[in-house]
């Protein structure tokens, strides 16, 4: 099946520093999603991008398909924007990768 | 519009116990599939149902079924649990089903824990 990868798998940051969170996937996709996983487990949604490039707020995303990679940015972080960042692809069966820890200190 | 529900949230059993779990997804949509989430192996695929059927499957044990309603709410269910059944079990909806599933969303999962 297809193998996703995320890095860095762990990363601190002082609030006010930019981020860039990388996913690399093993075959080509039509389904590419960036979850942010909540203290209580939940994820939630920060892009559905299976190509292209998207902005909302401070994150922005942007996919190239044809090289099988995804980057999530996050500017001017906060301390509000700690927890784990996970990248998914594929059609309804997601293959998740095992995620990005970020802690961002006062 | 309402999200995706799942109930209950917490729940503890004992091993040889059953547990049945229920998502309703946002409405309008009638694809529901399932994911496990435990510190060792990470997030899994469990199954994805649409239209009251089990399009497609994960690599678990018999042990672990579904089913789909007609008003698309799923449940699933493990039986004779064991002490590693213990994880977050997490429900998406999705419109679509298949390769152009479109976003998923995701619930606030099902937390289960066997003594």
């Known amino acids: 099946g297809i193998q996703v990868e995320q890095s860095p798998p762990d990363l601190i940051l002082q609030e006010g520093a930019n981020s860039t969170l990388r996913c690399n996937f093993s075959?080509?996709?039509?389904?590419l999603q960036w979850f942010h996983q909540n203290p209580w487990g939940q994820l939630i949604n920060l892009f559905y991008?299976?190509?292209g490039t998207k902005q909302n707020g401070r994150l922005s995303a942007t996919t190239v398909a044809t090289e099988r990679y995804s980057l999530l940015y996050i500017s001017s972080s906060q301390t509000t924007d700690s927890g784990v960042y996970f990248c998914a692809v594929s059609g309804s069966r997601l293959t998740f990768g095992e995620g990005t820890q970020l802690t961002v200190n006062p | 519009k309402a999200g995706v529900t799942q109930t209950p949230r917490y729940l503890i059993k004992t091993r040889g116990q059953q547990v049945t779990l229920s998502c309703s997804p946002i409405s309008g949509h009638r694809s529901v599939s399932w994911y496990q989430q435990t510190p060792g192996q990470g997030l899994q695929f469990l199954f994805e149902y649409f239209s009251e059927t089990q399009r497609n499957k994960g690599n678990f044990p018999g042990r672990f079924s579904g089913r789909q309603f007609s008003n698309s709410r799923s449940e699933m269910n493990v039986s004779t649990l064991e002490l590693g059944d213990s994880a977050l079990y997490l429900c998406a909806s999705s419109p679509r089903a298949g390769a152009n599933t479109g976003e998923l969303f995701f619930g606030e999962g099902s937390r289960l824990t066997v003594l």
């Open positions: 991008i299976p190509s």
């Open positions: 075959d080509s996709v039509n389904n």
